[in-house]
């Protein structure tokens, strides 16, 4: 029977020869994320083996991944101590693939996963976070669970009773305008299907605007898939794929390359004519609320950020250096940067972005989640309005259910910065 | 049978439900004090436990968007809520099936705060306004969850299988 990628890789997850959309599977794990809720999957993890007479022991360490991100360094003595209970549950268990805080391998676990080359076309990927859809840019399926549901893959290498979703085709023709970026795409895509328009689906992307986008671009789309409710996002792997886990996550073994079957049964089929796309902004306080940029142009803004697991990307920090050149970041205005891992961040400062950023007048941030989800760092005073590469802009996201949050692509931000109101980067462009 | 106790509207996010800045606590025992922090009013009386268990929480669509944070079912789960919507986000769905916090899917609820509800095996029961609403079955796979009494029971179950005699 003809597979969609999702169906495909969850038939050889089961060792299958086919799988539709609607059966219940129990697949085998290939890779198994946890951030500082590790502390409570960890709670759970215990709670499982409780009076079994077994001794709590992880099914397989070399499968499980625990990235420090959200609050790093550690805000509080609580974040302190959890974080130290998760150090010693990995030193014990011999996790081998954790990254702490630190400044040669720390970051954001959707960037720290794929440029480490921990995921591969084909496999299934958990992660005790929502925006784990990121991994399907490498095409992988890879979906978000709570900490129980970890505590039990934990336990077992396996995710019981998982339903085969139904998967959404998107074909991304023509060819993006300049300035006009891979966010754009994904906000324009959720306002138009809304926020709970690809519930318990996965989005397939396609098309030759997919198909000449470099894995970073794949990665915002991904990423941002969960924001329309999707279970994960999927691009088929090719040359590209290749390329990036080769050259930029040092992947020597061989890999499997394949895409779905040609007749695969979609639920729905999204058309789209990049060339025509604008800059798009989603406005307070949901991710749907997307308007063209034209709309809301002028508005006064109190605080950019740049980051976050969608865009804090080496390219993304490129387009904000280039934009800054020379150039000062409006008074009135705070602008923060976050790169998502610390590679990128040393990249970033042997290419001499980091030093055009500050220069205008942006503070560069440690690697992490940042003031992404209004944990610490960057917190918006009552009434600000904040314009942010990141993914989220649900009221109090970033801290203050009194405040507004306006997300955009890196051009966007950086061009806002400069003019201290919401701008469209394409005027005035080089 | 319970009183509505909060109505809302649709896409609730889990930033609202349970604020990020709270994220550092995690135990179920600990994180309903933080429910609806931002609500202030509905928050202090979860707070001094004013809400009869089973008391319900009413919502439009989407609720419990956003994050996979657990915090959002075990807060709930605590002061023993149902939360009858017309239909939730993905993983809150499945992290209050694994918790065992009640969830009902509810398409055409229609009811105000106050309102006495009844929950049977297929309907909603407004006992106030005296309508029946139907409700949507979860699908088997999630059943079987939420009669062995949550994930943790169920993959205990399951551990045992593996080594080859009853947990
Ligand atoms: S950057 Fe933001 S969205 Fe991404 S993992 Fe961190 S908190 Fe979540």
Redesign the pocket.
């Known amino acids: 029977m003809a597979m969609t990628m999702v169906e495909k890789i969850l038939a050889k997850a089961t060792g299958q020869s086919s799988v539709k959309a609607g059966d219940v599977l129990e697949p085998k794990v290939d890779l198994a994320m946890s ?1 500082e809720n590790a502390a409570l999957v960890l709670n759970q993890f215990k709670e499982i083996y409780a009076g079994t007479g077994h001794e709590a022991t992880v099914w397989d360490p070399s499968k499980i991944a625990i990235i420090f ?2 609050r790093v360094p550690a805000e509080s003595s609580k974040t302190a101590t959890n974080q130290k209970k998760v150090r010693d549950f990995v030193a014990k268990q011999g996790i081998a693939k954790f990254h702490d805080i630190r400044g040669d391998q720390g970051g ?3 960037q720290i996963l794929p440029e480490n080359g921990y995921v591969r076309p084909g496999c299934v990927v958990v992660g005790t ?3 784990t859809t990121s991994h399907g840019a490498l095409g992988a399926f890879s979906f978000g669970i709570g900490a129980t549901e970890m505590a039990s893959v934990w336990t077992l290498g396996t995710v019981l009773n998982v339903e085969v979703p139904g998967s959404i085709k998107v074909v991304v023709h023509g060819e993006l305008s300049q300035y006009v970026l891979p966010k754009d795409l994904i906000l324009y895509l959720i306002g138009r299907i809304s926020a709970e328009g690809a519930n318990f689906k996965v989005i397939e992307f396609h098309g030759p605007v997919i198909r000449s986008m470099s894995t970073s671009g794949r990665l915002v789309l991904c990423n941002m898939s969960v924001e329309a409710g999707a279970t994960g996002g999927v691009v088929p792997p090719d040359g590209e794929t290749v390329r990036y886990l080769r050259e930029e996550a040092g992947v020597k073994d061989a890999l499997d390359i394949f895409g779905p079957d040609e007749d695969a049964v979609y639920d729905q089929v999204v058309e789209i004519d990049a060339s025509s796309l604008e800059p798009q902004i989603a406005c307070p306080h949901t991710v749907d609320n997307v308007k063209p940029i034209g709309e809301v142009a002028g508005l006064k803004i109190d605080q950019v950020v740049i ?4 865009n804090g990307r080496l390219d993304d920090i490129a387009v904000v250096a280039e934009m800054l050149s020379g150039k000062k970041v409006a008074s009135g205005t705070r602008m923060l940067v976050f790169p998502a891992s610390s590679r990128i961040y040393l990249e970033a400062l042997e290419k001499g972005y980091v030093a055009e950023i500050m220069k205008a007048g942006a503070v560069m941030m440690n690697s992490g ?2 003031p ?2 209004g944990v610490h760092q960057g917190a918006l005073a009552d009434g600000d309005v904040a314009l942010t590469t ?3 802009n649900f009221k109090g996201r970033m801290g203050n259910p009194n405040s507004g949050v306006y997300l955009c692509s890196p051009a966007v931000a950086a061009a806002s910065a400069v003019t201290g109101v919401i701008t469209d980067p394409r005027k005035g462009a080089k | 049978m319970g009183k509505v106790v909060l109505k809302l509207g649709d896409d609730i996010s889990t930033d609202i439900i349970y604020p990020g800045r709270y994220m550092a606590t995690v135990l179920p025992t600990e994180t309903p004090q933080y429910a609806f922090a931002d609500y202030a009013d509905f928050n202090a009386k979860v707070k001094q436990k004013e809400f009869p268990a089973q008391s319900v929480i009413l919502a439009g669509k989407n609720f419990g968007c956003g ?1 996979s944070r657990e915090q959002a079912a075990s807060c709930l789960k605590g002061p023993d809520f149902v939360i009858v919507a017309r239909d939730f986000a993905r993983i809150f769905l499945q992290n209050s099936i694994n918790l065992g916090l009640r969830t009902v899917i509810c398409p055409g609820i229609d009811a105000s705060e106050g309102d006495e509800l009844e929950v049977t095996a297929d309907t909603v029961i407004n006992k106030t306004s005296g309508r029946a609403f139907a409700t949507v079955a979860l699908p088997k796979a999630r059943q079987a969850i939420v009669d062995a009494g949550g994930l943790i029971p169920y993959t205990r179950k399951r551990l045992g299988e593996k080594h080859g005699s009853a947990a």
Do not use: K, Q, Y
Request: charged content about 15%; hydrophobic content about 10%; aromatic content about 0%.
């Open positions: 951030h991100d959200h954001i676990c959707h976070d929502s925006h980051g976050s697991c969608t989640c940042g992404c989800l990141t993914n989220r | 994050s």
